[in-house]
């Protein structure tokens, strides 16, 4: 079956660093997404990898690994408005996506 | 309009009741999707349109139904709705094929109550 598996919450400090991880199972590979998704709101785009590595997008980066079935979103310098639940997605094999959970982070001052 | 709009924002629905949520985008956009979201669970695929005049069922189409007669609706019906179908209701679309990475835009959801 298909499966994405992520926290269901985490605690982190305004101008820390954070990391949540994501663990995929999908019929076919075509790709990882994060969305950011803030409470009453629609998700919106984060990132996308289809190669393993490290995508860095200001204090955004993604990172995959396509043989362990492995990614993670590294948050950076926190802010409040960070707080949000960030939603990790694989694209299978059919071109559409699997969504996991949702891991709500929580930014502490 | 920029961007997908959907509508009503949000509907108190006695069961039984027939009902449309629609969804308009402006993007041109190819495909698009229904997704229903409800706490603890991911966002899950109720049906999808691939190009105009197709659909297809995605993860949990039973109790819904959609048409896709132009590029830039894509109507989702609840034929008899059901206390279950208590949800939010998030229309996305796509550019497939073209030269982003397929990324999908969400439209602002409507929250739907079954009673």
């Known amino acids: 079956g298909q499966n994405i598996d992520q926290p269901t919450e985490m605690t982190a400090t305004e101008g820390a660093i954070v990391q949540i991880n994501c663990t995929y199972q999908t019929s076919g590979f075509n790709g990882l997404f994060w969305y950011q998704q803030h409470a009453g709101e629609a998700p919106t785009f984060l990132s996308y990898?289809?190669l393993d590595g490290l995508e860095e997008k200001g204090r955004f980066s993604s990172f995959l690994s396509r043989s362990k079935g492995y990614s993670y979103l590294l948050l950076k310098e926190l802010q409040m408005k960070d707080s949000a639940s960030y939603l990790c997605a694989g694209l299978d094999s059919n071109y559409q996506l699997i969504w996991g959970a949702g891991t709500k982070l929580i930014i502490k001052p | 309009i920029a961007g997908i709009t959907q509508a009503p924002t949000s509907q108190i629905l006695a069961a039984g009741r027939r009902m449309t949520l629609r969804c308009t985008q402006d993007?041109?956009?190819?495909?698009m999707y229904w997704y229903r979201q409800d706490l603890g669970l991911g966002l899950r695929l109720i049906h999808y349109s691939n190009t105009a005049g197709t659909t297809g069922k995605g993860e949990v189409p039973d109790g819904y139904s959609v048409s896709r007669a132009n590029t830039d609706d894509f109507p989702l019906t609840l034929a008899s709705a059901v206390p279950s179908q208590t949800s939010v209701y998030f229309c996305?679309?796509?550019?497939?094929?073209?030269?982003?990475?397929?990324?999908?835009?969400f439209g602002p959801g409507t929250r739907l109550t079954v009673l």
């Open positions: 990898n289809v």
């Open positions: 993007m041109r956009h190819n495909a």
């Open positions: 996305a679309s796509s550019d497939r094929g073209g030269a982003s990475v397929d990324e999908q835009f």
